[in-house]
């Protein structure tokens, strides 16, 4: 019964394509977060939705468009990826100040 | 701007030992400080947390000292084990109802037999 769980778990694609990770949370949990972990382990925020309404937006490239269909997913599509895009991301949801469930991460590598 | 600074950026801890991993903020909206424990290939996990209303909070071998009027904060690991090598990451929340967390930079720690 994974809480919150993401996929794919890894993911190797060309410069230039398009991709998509997903994510869902079966924990009722009002509010989701996208995170970037870089090679030096910074945790970045992304995005945050609440109730399917994006709440932040970090500086993010446009490239970078989250969508969120009901309040239990939040995927993340990227447009024409570049290198710098490498990382893992994680998505992750809470309900109000408590804490945060993480899911395992997408490693993205782009060749 | 980091809003959350952690110390030390790596640690090594023998079996047996006192680990050690210290945290500072300045925004004294602040009002919930958990820390993380990710393992590799993992995601974070929530290990303990603290309100600003107590200065010390222990599970098992894990405690956070906390200092308000410093504004620190630090998780003490006793008896460290093998086990317990991972990145620890402090945090803190503004303490609106969106969960906002702002993340230290993390620590590695490694605890050898």
């Known amino acids: 019964d994974t809480a919150v769980s993401q996929t794919p778990k890894y993911l190797v694609t060309q410069m230039g394509n398009d991709k998509s990770i997903k994510c869902e949370q079966n924990l009722g949990h009002d509010t989701m977060y996208w995170y970037k972990q870089d090679s030096k382990k910074f945790l970045k925020i992304m995005f945050s939705?609440?109730?399917?309404?994006?709440?932040i937006n970090e500086t993010v490239p446009n490239r970078f468009s989250p969508k969120s269909p009901d309040k239990a997913h939040l995927n993340l599509h990227i447009n024409s990826l570049e290198l710098g895009d490498s990382a893992v991301y994680f998505c992750?949801?809470?309900?109000?100040?408590?804490?945060?469930?993480f899911g395992s991460g997408t490693r993205l590598t782009v060749v | 701007q980091q809003q959350v600074k952690q110390s030390p950026q790596s640690l090594i801890v023998q079996k047996g030992g006192i680990s050690i991993i210290n945290c500072a903020y300045e925004n004294t909206a602040f009002d919930y400080f958990p820390w993380y424990q990710q393992f590799p290939g993992k995601g974070p996990a929530l290990l303990i947390a603290i309100r600003p209303d107590v200065s010390e909070k222990k599970e098992g071998r894990f405690t956070i000292s906390f200092n308000k009027s410093a504004k620190q904060f630090s998780l003490h690991i006793m008896d460290s084990q093998p086990g317990d090598s991972a990145t620890y990451f402090c945090?803190?929340?503004?303490?609106?109802?969106?969960?906002?967390?702002?993340f230290g930079r993390g620590t590695q720690l490694t605890v050898w037999p």
């Open positions: 939705y609440n109730n399917k309404e994006l709440i």
């Open positions: 945090a803190a929340d503004p303490g609106s109802t969106l969960g906002r967390l702002y």
């Open positions: 992750a949801s809470s309900r109000g100040t408590d804490g945060y469930t």
